[in-house]
C-alpha cells in the first residue's frame, strides 16, 4: 500500500504569507494526486486534481507541482477564508490513501 | 444539481451491525463509480471503499476489509455500505462522494455525512 506523508501537520501563517504544504507517497504516483480543502464542519472540496491542475472556480493563489514522489501545494498569498486543513489524496492505485492533513491557522 | 444524501447512521454496540445508505439524484447514477470517506472526530480523512458503475470492481482500505461490505442498486439510485463487526475505531462520520479524483477535471460531490459512533 501507497503511505503519503504530508508535511506540517500544523502551522500558523499571517494573512498575505505564503504558505507551502508537502506531501510525499512511499512509491512513485506519477501524477495521481489531488489535494483538498476541508472548513471546519464542511464537507471537503478538491482544489486541485492531476498533481498541479487547478479546479475550475478555485482561486489561482492556489498551485500545485510535483510528480513521483513529492508534491507540494502553494499559496502564494494567504487570505482569510483559506484558513482550514488541507489533505493531499493518492489515486494511482487501490487503496486509495489520504495524507495526514495540514491545519493552517492565523498566526 | 448533483445530491448525495446518506443516512442510516446512528449508535451502535461493539460487534453490531449498521447499513448506510446513500441517495443519488440530479445526475445518471449508474454512469459514475462512488465512493465512501470517513472522518473520525477531529481526525483526518479515510478512504474506505469504492465501487465501479457497474459493480465490476469494488475496493476496501485494509482496515474495514471482511467486515465491511459496498454495494450499489442502480435502479433506485443508491449506494450502500453495509458494516459488521463494528469496533470503537469506526467510528466517524460517514461520506458518500463521486468524483473523488479526476484527470478531467470533473467536479467533486460529496453528501453531508452520516455520524456512527460504536460504543457500549
Known amino acids: 500500500d501507497i503511505q503519503m506523508t504530508q508535511s506540517p501537520s500544523a502551522m500558523s501563517a499571517s494573512v498575505g504569507d505564503r504558505v507551502t504544504i508537502t506531501c510525499r507517497a512511499s512509491?512513485?504516483?506519477?501524477?495521481?494526486l489531488a489535494w483538498f480543502q476541508q472548513k471546519p464542519g464542511k464537507v471537503p472540496k478538491r482544489l486541485i486534481y492531476a498533481s498541479s491542475s487547478l479546479q475550475s472556480g478555485v482561486p489561482s493563489r492556489f498551485s500545485g507541482s510535483g510528480s513521483g514522489t513529492e508534491f507540494t501545494l502553494t499559496i502564494s498569498s494567504l487570505q482569510p477564508e483559506d484558513f482550514a486543513t488541507y489533505y493531499c489524496l493518492q489515486h494511482n492505485s487501490y487503496p486509495l490513501t489520504f495524507g495526514g492533513g495540514t491545519k493552517v491557522e492565523i498566526k | 444539481e448533483v445530491q448525495l444524501v446518506e443516512s442510516g447512521g446512528g449508535l451502535v454496540k461493539p460487534g453490531g451491525s449498521l447499513r448506510l445508505s446513500c441517495a443519488a439524484s440530479?445526475?445518471?447514477?449508474?454512469?459514475?463509480?462512488m465512493n465512501w470517506v470517513r472522518q473520525a472526530p477531529g481526525k483526518g480523512l479515510e478512504w474506505v471503499s469504492s465501487?465501479?458503475?457497474?459493480?465490476?470492481?469494488?475496493y476496501y482500505a485494509d482496515s474495514v476489509k471482511g467486515r465491511f461490505t459496498i454495494s450499489r442498486d442502480n435502479a433506485k439510485n443508491s449506494l450502500y455500505l453495509q458494516m459488521n463487526s463494528l469496533r470503537a475505531e469506526d467510528t466517524a462520520v460517514y461520506y458518500c462522494?463521486?468524483?473523488?479524483?479526476?484527470?478531467?477535471?470533473?467536479?467533486?460531490?460529496w453528501g453531508q455525512g452520516t455520524l456512527v459512533t460504536v460504543s457500549s
Open positions: 512509491q512513485g504516483i506519477s501524477n495521481y
Open positions: 465501487i465501479s458503475s457497474s459493480s465490476s470492481y469494488i
Open positions: 462522494a463521486r468524483d473523488l479524483f479526476t484527470s478531467s477535471g470533473w467536479p467533486d460531490y
Open positions: 440530479g445526475f445518471t447514477f449508474s454512469s459514475y463509480s
